[in-house]
C-alpha cells in the first residue's frame, strides 16, 4: 500500500498568519481577564476552533456581541469596512488579521467604486470572504458564481475581482460569457496562488491514484472544491474532516491512495489521518514518531540572523512571500532586496524558485518572518573583504563622502574607512577631489562584529609601484644611458627620476666644471640625459652622471682650440701671478700677470674681477700637463704712446745714418 499526499496541502499563509496573530493575542491578555473573540469561526475547521475555545477564544457573530475593552480577532476572509468602523465605536481593540491577499481585494474594489465603476464579484454570495469584499465598494457590486447567472447580467462596462478560493475555470467561464455578451471587462485575476496549486495538485495526484483522500472542514469551500476536482478524476473520493470520518474498511481496498488537504486543515490533523491510515491497512504500529522529525521542523522558528532556505511562494511589486518548511511564512519586502533602476520583485523573482535570504525578525509585525536578501549579501560581501585581508588581494571601493580624518568608501553593500593618509602615495590634505571615484584598495583591518573595515589607496600605490622599480632594476645596467626629470636640489646634487625611481646626480657629475649649486645649470621639471654610473639594488640606490654624456674637454681640445687663436672666456678665479679664464666647462687657461695689459700690472684685481668676460689669445698648450697659456694683452691693441715710443728710436738711427750735409739732387734722388 502507497499513501502518498499531495502538494502545497494544508494551512495557507493567511490561514497561518491568523492562528499566529489569535496566539500571540492568548499570551498577551493571558491571566488579564480581558476578553477575546473572532469574528466568526477563525477558520473552517471544527478541531481547530474547540482548542480556541477551550483556550478561552470565544466566536462574535457581529459587532454587537462585543462590549468595550474587548479584543476581536478578524479572520483571515476579512469584514465589511461598515464592520471595521462599528468595533471602533464600540471601544473594541480590533487586531486585523485578515489575509494580506483579501486586503488587496478590497483597496480593489474601493478604488473601482470611488471611479463609478461597475463591480463584479466572481465567487459565492453567502461567504464571508464575498461578502467583506462587497462591503468595501457600499455593497454595489453584482455577484455572480456561474456562467448562467453571469448571462443575466445587463451589457456594460464591468471591474472583475473574485474570490481567493474559486476556481479558474469558473472566472474564464463567467469572463467568456461578458465578452460574448459585448461587455468591455477590466479583470484582475485575485485567485490566490496557493489555491490554484492546490487544486492543481489535488487534480493531478486524483488521476494517478486508486482512492483520495480529502482532509477539512465541512464548511470550508476551498476544502469541498477540492473534493468536486478529485471527485472528477477518481470515483473513489472520500471527505473527511478528522480521523473519526476515515473510512478504513473501505480504505484498506485501495493499494494507492492520494491524501489532500484544505486551506484551513491543520497539519497535525493530515499528519493523523495519513498516521491512521498507514496503521490500519498495514496492520503496522506507526505512531507520531514516524512524523516528528517533520513536526518538529514545521514547529521550529528560525532564529534572528539565520540564513534560510525556501520555495517561492507568491510575488508581487512589494514583497516575496517564502514557504520556509516552518509555521510561518517568510516575508521579502522590496527594499531588502537590491534591485536595478526600473527592475521590479517580479522580474527577479517568480513561485516555485528556490531562494536563500538572512531572517531580520522572527515577526515582521503581519505574523510572518521578515527576510532580507541584502543582509545575506552584505555577509558575502563582508566574506570577501575578509578574504581579501587575508589573502592580500586588492578589491574596488567607491569613495562616497568626506568624514574627519577621511573618507567613507563602500565596497558593494558594505562601507568602510580609508584615512587622508591612505588616499595617495603623495600628500593629501582635502579629500574631495576622491569623492566619487573608484579606487583599487587593499583591506587593512576587518570587525564586521562591529562593522568596520579600513581600507587603503596608498598601499595599492606602493605595491604598483615596488613592481615597476623591480622591473626597472631588472632592465638597468651600469653605462646605460637613460631619460631622466629633474625632481628636487639637495646642496650636494640634485635627485632625478629614472622612470619610478630617483637616482642621485652629485654637483661633481653634473658638469665638467665647478658648480656651486645644481641651480646654476639644471631646473625642476627638467628633462635630461644621464648615465648610470653605479647601482645598489640592495640599498636602493643609483648614482648618476650628466657630464658623462658630453666629450670631456680635453679629449677634444685640438679639435677645437688652437695656438694664436682668439677665444673668449669668464674669468673664474683671481691670483697674485695671474688670473684663470674658463673657456667652457672643465677647460681653463692661465693669464699670467705680465698678460693681463701692455703696462706693468702690480695688482692683478685692478685690472680683472671673477664673473668677467674678456678676450685672450692662447700662446701655448700643454696636453700632457693640461694646462693652457692664454694672453689678453695680446688680443688687444696696444696704446697709442706705446706705439710712439717704439717709433722714435728708429727715425733717431736714420737720421745718423745720413749724411751731415747733402745736396738737394742727391736727396731727391735717395
Not at 263 to 287: F, G, H, Q, R
Not at 367 to 390: F, P, R, V
Not at 408 to 420: D, N
Request: charged share 30%.
Amino acid at each position: 500500500m502507497e499513501i502518498i499526499r499531495a502538494e502545497n496541502s494544508g494551512f495557507c499563509f493567511g490561514v497561518k498568519r491568523a492562528i499566529e496573530k489569535t496566539e500571540e493575542q492568548i499570551e498577551k491578555y493571558r491571566g488579564t481577564g480581558r476578553r477575546i473573540f473572532t469574528c466568526g469561526p477563525l477558520i473552517h475547521n471544527r478541531a481547530v476552533t474547540d482548542s480556541l475555545k477551550e483556550r478561552g477564544v470565544a466566536i462574535a457573530e457581529k459587532p454587537e456581541d462585543l462590549s468595550q475593552g474587548d479584543i476581536a480577532i478578524v479572520r483571515s476572509h476579512g469584514e465589511t469596512r461598515a464592520f471595521f468602523k462599528a468595533l471602533s465605536d464600540r471601544g473594541v481593540e480590533t487586531v486585523d488579521a485578515t489575509c494580506p491577499f483579501v486586503s488587496r481585494i478590497h483597496r480593489l474594489v474601493m478604488d473601482a467604486a470611488e471611479k463609478g465603476k461597475n463591480i463584479v464579484i466572481v465567487g459565492d454570495k453567502d461567504h464571508p470572504e464575498v461578502r467583506g469584499i462587497n462591503g468595501w465598494c457600499g455593497n454595489s457590486a453584482c455577484i455572480v458564481n456561474s456562467p448562467e447567472e453571469a448571462e443575466r447580467l445587463a451589457a456594460g462596462e464591468y471591474f472583475i475581482v473574485c474570490q481567493t478560493t474559486i476556481r479558474q475555470e469558473l472566472l474564464d467561464e463567467v469572463t467568456d460569457v461578458l465578452r460574448r455578451k459585448g461587455c468591455v471587462t477590466e479583470i484582475e485575476n485575485t485567485i490566490c496562488s496557493a489555491t490554484s496549486k492546490r487544486q492543481k495538485s489535488c487534480e493531478e495526484l486524483a488521476k494517478t491514484v486508486e482512492a483520495m483522500v480529502i482532509i477539512g472542514g465541512r464548511n470550508s469551500s476551498n476544502t469541498r472544491k477540492l473534493y468536486e476536482i478529485s471527485k472528477k478524476h477518481c470515483k473513489s473520493t472520500f471527505f473527511v474532516e478528522n480521523i473519526g470520518d476515515l473510512p478504513l474498511k473501505e480504505i484498506k481496498k485501495y493499494n494507492k491512495i492520494g491524501v489532500a488537504a484544505g486551506a484551513s486543515t491543520p497539519e497535525c490533523v493530515i499528519k493523523e489521518v495519513i498516521a491512521d491510515m498507514s496503521e490500519a491497512i498495514t496492520n503496522e504500529k506507526l505512531s507520531m514518531e514516524d512524523f516528528m522529525d517533520e513536526i518538529d521542523a514545521s514547529l521550529r522558528l528560525p532564529r534572528t540572523g539565520e540564513i534560510v532556505d525556501g520555495k517561492v511562494h507568491q510575488v508581487n511589486d512589494k514583497e516575496v512571500i517564502i514557504n520556509l518548511g516552518c509555521k510561518k511564512d517568510g516575508i521579502l519586502p522590496a527594499s531588502e532586496v537590491t534591485l536595478e533602476e526600473g527592475q521590479k520583485l517580479t522580474d527577479l523573482f517568480k513561485e516555485g524558485d528556490e531562494i536563500q535570504a538572512k531572517v531580520v525578525k522572527t515577526d515582521d509585525g503581519d505574523g510572518g518572518i521578515l527576510l532580507s536578501k541584502k543582509k545575506l549579501e552584505i555577509n558575502e560581501h563582508w566574506n570577501e573583504i575578509s578574504d581579501a585581508l587575508e589573502n592580500k588581494s586588492t578589491i574596488s571601493v567607491k569613495v562616497i563622502r568626506p568624514v574627519n580624518g577621511g573618507v567613507i568608501a563602500a565596497y558593494k553593500e558594505v562601507s568602510g574607512f580609508m584615512p587622508l593618509s591612505q588616499l595617495s602615495d603623495r600628500y593629501v590634505e582635502n579629500a574631495d577631489e576622491f569623492i566619487g571615484q573608484t579606487l583599487d584598495v587593499k583591506v587593512t583591518r576587518v570587525d564586521q562584529r562591529r562593522n568596520r573595515a579600513v581600507f587603503s589607496h596608498k598601499a595599492v600605490l606602493n605595491e604598483i609601484k615596488q613592481k615597476q622599480i623591480a622591473d626597472i632594476w631588472a632592465h638597468l645596467s651600469v653605462d646605460d644611458i637613460v631619460e631622466g626629470t629633474v625632481m628636487r636640489f639637495t646642496d650636494y646634487g640634485a635627485f632625478v627620476d629614472i622612470g619610478g625611481i630617483d637616482g642621485l646626480l652629485h654637483i661633481s657629475e653634473i658638469s665638467w666644471g665647478k658648480l656651486r649649486h645644481p641651480q646654476e645649470v639644471l631646473k625642476i621639471g627638467q628633462k635630461i640625459n644621464v648615465k648610470i654610473l653605479s647601482m645598489n639594488e640592495e640599498k636602493g640606490k643609483i648614482s648618476l652622471g650628466l657630464k658623462q654624456t658630453t666629450p670631456e674637454p680635453w679629449s677634444v681640445i685640438n679639435e677645437k682650440y688652437e695656438v694664436g687663436q682668439i677665444v673668449e672666456g669668464k674669468v673664474v678665479q683671481i691670483k697674485e701671478y695671474g688670473a684663470f679664464v674658463e673657456l667652457e666647462p672643465g677647460l681653463d687657461g692661465l693669464v699670467h700677470i705680465s698678460e693681463v695689459a701692455h703696462k706693468r700690472v702690480a695688482n692683478i684685481a685692478d685690472e680683472l674681477s671673477v664673473g668677467q668676460m674678456v678676450k685672450a689669445k692662447i700662446l701655448d698648450i700643454d696636453t700632457e700637463k693640461k694646462r693652457i697659456s692664454l694672453s689678453i694683452k695680446e688680443a688687444m691693441d696696444a696704446p697709442a704712446e706705446e706705439v710712439a715710443e717704439e717709433a722714435a728710436p728708429a727715425e733717431e738711427q736714420a737720421e745718423e745714418a745720413a749724411p751731415a750735409e747733402a745736396p738737394a739732387e742727391e736727396t731727391v734722388e735717395e
